[in-house]
C-alpha cells in the first residue's frame, strides 16, 4: 500500500482533475500534541466525563467498542437504548420526543433511508436546539446505569452535538454531584471528547451512504463535507474554551489500529489498555435492546476490508512521514476505485476548498 508510484500518479491525476487539492493535502502541519483528560492513576474522587462526538453511520459503534474494552469505562448499555445513546435514556425518563421533533435529514433515524431533504440548507437544524435536559437533571438518570467505580464514565453522542456541549458548561457551576456520586466520595466531573471524522472517500464501506449516494449524489457530497467541517469546528471551539480533546480518524482506527491505541491512550491513561479487537459480550457489556451491529472487532474488520479496493484509501507510512489519503482515482489488481472523485464532481469549486481547509486542519490533529 505504500507504493510511491502509485501515490505519484495518484497526485498527479488529481492535480489534472481538480487544480490545488493534491498540493493542499501535501502541505498539512505537522502533528499537534496529545494532552492526556485523566491521571495513569486517577484520585478516587475524580470521574472524566467522556463524550465521543461522530456523525450518525461514520464509525461511533466501531469506536465505543474499543473503550468498553478497558476495564476503567462506564458505558451507558445497561439503559439497553438503541447504540447506548444516552439521550434515549432521557427521552424515555422525561417522556419527550426530541429527536422525532428536530432531527435533521442529515442525522437520519438509523432505521430509515428517507432522502435527504433542503441538503443546500447550511445551517445545521440543532446548532440552537435548547429543550436537552439540563445535567442536573441528565447526570443523575445516566449514574443509574453507569457503574460509577469506574473513572471514565461514557456517553457516545451522534445527535444534537452542539447543544450538548454548551450544557457542559454547567460543571463548571455545579455545586453538588447527584448524590449516587457523592456516595462514593465523587467531588468533581472532568469534561473530555474524542471527535471522530471519517475520510470522505469511506462513504463508499458504508451501506446508508451507498444507497443514498446513489439516489442523491451530491447531497451526500455535502453531507461528508458537512461532517468534515463540523469535527474541525467543534475542535477548535472546544480547544479555545480549554477542554480536553482528541481528534481519531476512522481510516486510521481501520487500518492502523495500533497507533491509534497508542493515541487513545495516551489521551487517557486512566484507562490502562484498549483492545482494539474487541467484541463486546452480549448480556455482559450489550444487550439486545441495544442492537448493536458488531459482528466483528475493528482489527479485524478493518484487515478484511481492503482500503484501496474499497475506499480508493492508501495507508501512510508513518517512518517516510507519508500520511494516509484517499486518492483520486486508479486500477489496482484490475479493479476500478474512484469514490473520492465521485464525491468531488458533487461539490462546486468553492466547497472543495472547503473541504481541503477541512483536512487541512483535522489530518495534523490525527496523526
Known sequence: MGNPALRMISLLSMLLAFPGDAVALLSRNKHVPIHAACDAKPNRSVRTFLRTLSAPHHGSTALESVLMSSAKVATLC?????????????????????????????????????????????????????????????????????????????????????????????????????????????????PAYIIMYRPICLWSISDASLRKAKLQPRCQALHELRQLERAAHLHRNLTRSGRKTLVVDYAKLLWNPERTRE????????????????????????????????????????????????????????SKHLRGQCLDHGVVEGFKYSALRTMLNNLKLHERQRWRDAMNYLEPRSD
Not at 452480549?282 to 448493536?292: A, C, S, T
Not at 451491529?293 to 507510512?317: N, T
Request: aromatic share 8%; charged share 35%.
Open 78 to 190: 445497561a439503559g439497553e437504548t438503541w447504540g447506548c445513546e444516552g439521550l434515549r435514556i432521557l427521552e424515555r425518563r422525561f417522556d419527550l420526543d426530541i429527536r422525532n421533533k428536530h432531527d435533521s435529514d442529515e442525522d437520519e433515524d438509523e432505521e430509515t433511508d428517507a432522502p435527504y431533504a433542503n441538503c443546500e440548507d447550511e445551517e445545521p437544524r440543532d446548532m440552537h436546539l435548547d429543550e436537552l435536559p439540563t445535567l442536573n437533571a441528565s447526570l443523575p438518570v445516566w449514574s443509574e446505569y453507569w457503574d460509577l467505580n469506574r473513572p471514565l464514565l461514557l456517553e457516545k453522542k451522534t445527535k444534537f452535538i452542539e447543544s450538548s456541549i454548551r450544557q457542559d458548561e454547567e460543571l463548571l457551576q455545579m455545586k453538588q454531584l447527584p448524590p449516587s456520586m457523592q456516595a462514593l466520595g465523587v467531588t468533581e466531573l472532568r
Open 263 to 318: 493515541r487513545l491512550l495516551e489521551f487517557l491513561p486512566c484507562a490502562v489498555d484498549l483492545d482494539m479487537d474487541h467484541l463486546p459480550v452480549l448480556g455482559k457489556e450489550v444487550f439486545r435492546k441495544n442492537k448493536f451491529k458488531v459482528e466483528l472487532g475493528v482489527k479485524s474488520f478493518g484487515e478484511r476490508l481492503d482500503p484501496l479496493k474499497s475506499a480508493g484509501y492508501q495507508i501512510g507510512d508513518p
